[in-house]
């Protein structure tokens, strides 16, 4: 089954010659799933994904989605303006799922980033819609700030490379077919306590480590998935965001796991390739299975009002 993407949208041809079947235009689906992309590199980031919501027995839209306020200096505003469009209530309502992206701006407090106040419209529009929605590293932590008052905290050294992650809730559905560690790119200066998420109920920790913090957490109820880390990562994201700092000047650390520049580059078995395929693939099940359940909602409520008019 392909996936579905935009006309024209650069990444399509990138994906069928790695043997992905991809479709471009508009075709009925049997998920449409938004990404709310706040990445600087635009491109990267939109072949990333449309690469793990492939699979053989769904058909996936791709919707890519932008915030008005959101000011991009980094991706070609031609580029934007053709392929996403605004992240209104109205086009949330059109969506079976969601993911929102990291986004470089973790040294900022949570109300100084530029686009704060539509983000919380749309994360609060979300749940209360109780759509499924992955929430990737920095939106994870401001989904925490915002409905749980949960700070992030600054790692004395920015957590950069390759950890091992111990699953801690063998019972989630998120990491069936998954063995008894995950391995995981992660890039974050911030991480989050593990004390100020016990108390809070109805959040579920499911893995994490000592050295970069919590990895994934569920907040069944509203059918959220905190994922802290980057199970998108091609194989030389790491080294590409190296080189990156490093023509900054920030004299970056090596990735931990980096042992040179070809390193994973052209690799499909990167040691989390396999773990980031499956999670995607169950990240989708849960999606299909609400999308299920307001369906037969819909149904019953169609059927009972039917009797009552009768």
Known sequence: MPVIVKKGLPCAQE??????????????ADLRIGLLN?????????????RRLGREDVTVSLDLMKMESQQCQTSDPAHIEAYYSNATPEKLQTLDGLIITGAPVEKLCFEEVDYWHELVTILDQV????????????????????????????????A????RQNILNHNSALLSGISKSLTMPVSRHTTTDYSRLFPITGIKLVAGS???????????????????????????????????????GLNPDKPVGWKGANLWIGRDDTPWQHQGSRFYFNWLD?????????????DTGTASLGKMVA
């Open 15 to 28: 994906l069928r010659q790695e043997g992905q079947l991809v479709f471009e235009g508009e075709s009925m």
């Open 160 to 163: 950069f490379g390759v950890f």
């Open 286 to 298: 849960q999606v299909i299975h609400c999308k299920a359940e307001k369906r037969v909602k819909l």
């Open 210 to 248: 000592t050295n970069t913090g919590p990895a994934l957490l569920e907040d069944e109820h509203s059918a959220t998935s905190f994922l802290f880390n980057h199970l998108e990562y091609e194989a030389d994201t790491l080294n590409h965001e190296y080189q990156r700092d490093m023509v900054k």
């Open 38 to 50: 706040l990445m600087p590199e635009k491109a990267i980031a939109e072949r990333q994904f449309a």
């Open 127 to 158: 749940k209360h819609m109780r759509m499924p929605n992955l929430l990737i590293c920095w939106s994870a932590q401001a989904s925490l700030y915002h409905h749980y008052g949960i700070e992030k905290t600054e790692l004395p050294k920015k």
